[in-house]
């Protein structure tokens, strides 16, 4: 047993990964000698060295491109894009080369990627570089795309990643980088494609995404105390998405609520609320509702951006006035 | 080259004064390649040439669908690099990739079938002519987003080095590749890793309806920028298949014994149009006249004859050769259209496309 903070997790499970197959190498900016900007890869070059763990130029379509040609050719790459917002700059890699590539070529190759990137906000960052980027990824058939909310996710998910044969974005929160949490010892090995109660309850479903887990869950709390029995579910990975577990829920509640960070259109939530609609209809008691953050760049003043961010406020707010 | 300044205004491409190609060089006679490497080239650029005649005439009778770009006058580059590179060597190229597809010795009838989108084609009609791969051949793939497969083939050569290979990637894109972004990503990143990787610009002196010198700061688009990264600036006949054998032995052996990558310009021209039945009338008549003259194809006929090859083993090669074209055709014609089974499949390493439970 260790406790490992969200930050400290990003290492441990690439270094159980690296030590378990001697082939898998990582690339990124500043990940070797610096240990990441966000200090998730600190170590990593001393055992490892600079051949598996290495510096690149800020160069995002040379990373992503480096990572899919030695992927295709037998190697498994870590590929970290520093802030995900960055992706809109090596798009092109991931929407149209890695992601497509096995299907156009009627599965002649397999391209074994996790890209690795620092996603969410609450740093006060402003617009570019604190973006909930996970519909970007999500749309692209081809995607696996995973947002652990714990540091035992973060190591169990990232080892799952990384043995999985597909591409995966893997979004890592900024605001959860100092989260602990115990961790058992031995390997830590999860799944793709499982959701997770968080919570249990009875009145109403709360599926939520990496920051906004544990928003949901103080936020159930404050339900309690006014009555209403909230089930919170951390939905974990989009693609695949535990749609079984969700919609599980809604039978049993009957009420659905997603909490959000991105932005509100095509966000993942409005996926989950048309499955929903669509085949638990008569499950539920009334409408699906989506709490997202509003349709705008995120704002840089501290004030702002948590007025932008669901907040376990309005979060609770929300449930309490929509399930009256 | 033209006199043309860039900001002229001249925006009828076709009057502008034709880029005439640098006269043949008869010295390339006498470059030591091995007469049957020869015969094999002859051999091999008039598969392609074959090919893709057949490839257009079945696009004018409809059959051909969707798009298709055509590398006909370009053959030699890829007969040049193909017969130096090892079956284990690392292909990336272009949407314009039938060409380099053929010449890593996949089977033409496949490939055929690939651009009548049947299910005997080389990517069960998934892909289609602009993403042609196949990679029991090294193929590692046609890329249609210009820019990207640069990056994709450094990383090739980077796993050809952490797998203890020898292995070389090649990877070979236009001349208006040159003015993308990913373009310099890759060679900054291929020259700080010392990757063994050779970039291959075909300039054909056209983007695609704009000509290149217009829209390039340097009048060699590659071999110009090359010093940038610390690499030689290389220009080569890209109508000559001697010329570019003897470019691509030396480049693929320097990245072999891992001397890093280089950067090739091959000059040479796109006789026909961009894509599909483009007609080109953009370009000047007395361009595409001059440099059909230099077509590479009965200028290497030439050179094989005044080597001593008789001219019955010339045409003897051509009729194999039209044969295999027409075997390809009666196997891709008589391929079956995809059924809905294939709708679905090879999205995930499962075999599927299923993204939820
Ligand atoms: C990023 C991107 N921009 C534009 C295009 C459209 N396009 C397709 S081919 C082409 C011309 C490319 O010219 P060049 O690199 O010289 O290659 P060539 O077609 O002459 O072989 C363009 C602009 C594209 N496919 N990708």
Redesign the pocket.
Known sequence: MAELTYRNAVAYGIAQEMRRDPSLVMLGEDIAGAGGVFKTTVGLVDEFGPDRIRDTPISEQAILGAAMGAAMTGIPVIAEIMFSDFIAVCF?LLANEIAKSRYMTGGQVTIPIVVRTANGGGSRFGAQHSQSVENWVMMIPGLKVVAPSTPLDVVGLLAASIRDPDPVVFLEHKSLMADKQDVPDGEILDKLGAARVVREGTDCTIAALALMVPRALEAADRLEDQGISAEVIDVRTLVPLDTQTILGSVSKTSRLFTVEENPRLCGWGAEIASIVADEAFWDLDGPVVRITTPHIPLPAAEALEDMAIPSVDRITETVTKRMG | MSTQTRDEGLYDYALREPRLPAPENRENDNIGIPIEARLEMYEMQQLLRQFEKRAYDMFLQNLVKGTS?LSLGQEAVATGFGRVMRPDDFTFA???GHAHTLSRGADPGAVLAELLGRENGILKGKGGSMHLTSVEHGMMGSY????AHLTIANGAAWSARMRGTDQVAVCF??????N?GAFHEALNLAAIWDLPVVFVC???L???YTP?DLITAVANPAADRASAYGLEGIVVDGNDADAVYQVATQAIGRARRGEGPSLIEAQTY?EQG??RADPAKYRPPAEVQAWKERDPIPMYHERLLRLGVPEGDLSTIQQDVARRVDEATEFAKGGAVPGEQHLLTDVWADGGSAWRN
């Open positions: 092109d | 770009h272009t949407y314009r249609a987003i210009i820019g894109f236009g001349d208006g590749t040159t993308i075909e300039n054909n056209w983007m695609e290149i796109r961009h894509s």
